[in-house]
């Protein structure tokens, strides 16, 4: 199975920035095409007061910065250039990691959600939207904010295609500030199984694609886990994405390049799976030739060797 889109995590928290500007950014575009990326995902398009575009809502309600550059623009037009689907990951104010109430992102949204569509959607490269608030399991108000805000996206666009991409709470789901690499509480099967047997049937109507996450259980696990989560998504009519982090989480600084064999150990497993997609977090900082670290430069040479015998 091959990676086929990525995330762009231009605003993040706990990877440093690589202050590209558009010559780069359209390098990167050169160089996912030709690895075979046709769609990229704005993973959230703000975090707090920092923002990809010039929103006057975001600016004036929650005193987000001027952003120096039209992002969303720049990544549409890198889009269209390079025959590319993107989508659009909405905004994220903090407030749920701070309080774990995912009902509080609903309000801020909405307003992005129609501010966004009149400055973009009549783009082409315009093909969906991602809820980019993250959860592992039940969680106070992600059934409301999922189904209202996925309902939102499609009705303004026309019915255009959401997804979600949560991660498993598995022995490595450990904070990025944590110096701990796993942690003795994991969820189970059976427990992972129920909970989001419960989850998709509050919010699949509003949704349309779920993408969990592969890094936080170990290897020998993948199958297992894996297998539900195509189960679940079938009895949901959800396409089962698989997000296959490219970068480590077994190593002691976060975060660096996966090693290719792991890799190659996820992505063969959601194979195995029958996962309808793969997409990563993400290509720009850990697969990418131009990527500020050099483990990424490798690692694009061994996926491309491994893409080319596919």
Not at 108 to 137: C, D, M, P, Q
Not at 219 to 238: R, S
Not at 252 to 261: A, M, N, R, T
Request: charged fraction near 25%; aromatic fraction near 14%; proline fraction near 3%.
């Amino acid at each position: 199975m091959l990676i086929t889109g990525t995330f762009i995590d231009e605003i993040s928290h706990d990877i440093p920035h690589q202050n590209w500007g558009p010559e780069e950014w359209e390098n990167d575009f050169k160089h996912m095409k030709a690895a075979g990326i046709d769609t990229v995902i704005i993973i959230r398009s703000g975090y707090r007061k920092f923002i990809t575009y010039p929103s006057n809502y975001l600016i004036k309600e929650h005193g987000c910065y001027q952003p120096p550059i039209d992002l969303i623009d720049l990544y549409l037009t890198l889009s269209e250039r390079y025959g590319m689907n993107f989508y659009f990951g909405l905004y994220d104010s903090g407030v749920y990691w701070d309080t774990g109430n995912l009902t509080t992102e609903i309000d801020a949204n909405k307003y992005v959600i129609e501010e966004v569509w009149n400055l973009y959607g009549h783009r082409k490269a315009f093909k969906g939207w991602y809820l980019s608030t993250e959860i592992s399991r039940k969680t106070k108000g992600a059934i409301d904010a999922f189904s209202s805000l996925g309902a939102m996206c499609k009705q303004i666009s026309n019915q255009l295609p959401v997804f979600i991409s949560p991660w498993i709470e598995g022995k490595k789901a450990v904070l990025a500030s944590s110096s701990s690499l796993t942690k003795e509480e994991a969820i189970s099967i059976k427990e992972h199984e129920a909970e989001w047997n419960e989850i998709f049937d509050g919010i699949h109507q509003s949704i349309d694609a779920v993408a969990f996450q592969d890094g936080h259980i170990d290897y020998h696990e993948l199958d297992q886990f894996f297998h539900v989560n195509k189960l679940l998504a079938d009895k949901y009519h959800l396409q089962c994405w698989t997000n296959a982090e490219s970068f480590d989480r077994d190593m002691p600084i976060k975060f660096l390049p996966i090693k290719f064999e792991k890799l190659k150990l996820k992505l063969e497993a959601a194979k195995r799976a029958g996962y309808d997609k793969a997409i990563t977090f993400e290509f720009s900082h850990f697969m990418s030739p131009q990527s500020s670290y050099i483990q990424a430069h490798h690692l694009y040479n061994r996926y491309m060797e491994f893409k080319a015998i596919q």
